[in-house]
């Protein structure tokens, strides 16, 4: 992923909403198509998916550093404030 663009993604379980998953990838349509093929042992019990979030970084020791920031219980906690799906009406 030397010369390419580097994206932390976070995906959301349409069917249970309360799940996600955080990763890394060059290119996240293809990599959300994967998930929702249940290609990746660690995503397809909660298929399908949705993106919640991407963010591209200009240097991949950043994306990879954030990636495991928002897997980390402190990056959890601020992935659910930020990135989260509220219901109409909720704070």
Same mark, same amino acid.
């Given at each position: 992923? #030397?010369? =390419?663009?580097? /994206?932390? @993604?976070?995906? $959301?379980?349409?069917?249970?909403? $309360?799940?996600? @998953?955080?990763? !890394? =990838? #060059?290119?996240?349509? +293809? ?9 990746? *042992?660690?995503? =397809? ?5 949705? !993106? !919640?979030?991407? *963010?591209?970084?200009? $240097?991949?020791? +950043?994306? *990879? %550093?954030?990636?495991? @920031?928002?897997?980390?219980? =402190?990056?959890? %906690?601020? %992935?659910?404030?930020? /990135?989260? +799906?509220?219901? %109409?009406?909720?704070?």
């Amino acid at each position: 992923m #030397s010369d =390419s663009k580097r /994206f932390v @993604y976070v995906l $959301e379980s349409k069917v249970t909403p $309360e799940r996600h @998953y955080v990763g !890394l =990838s #060059s290119n996240v349509t +293809t990599r959300l198509t994967l998930h929702n093929d249940g290609l990746s *042992i660690h995503s =397809s019990s909660h298929r399908p998916w949705r !993106l !919640l979030v991407s *963010i591209e970084f200009a $240097e991949e020791r +950043t994306a *990879i %550093a954030f990636e495991r @920031y928002l897997k980390s219980d =402190s990056g959890r %906690a601020f %992935a659910r404030r930020h /990135f989260t +799906t509220k219901p %109409a009406g909720a704070n």
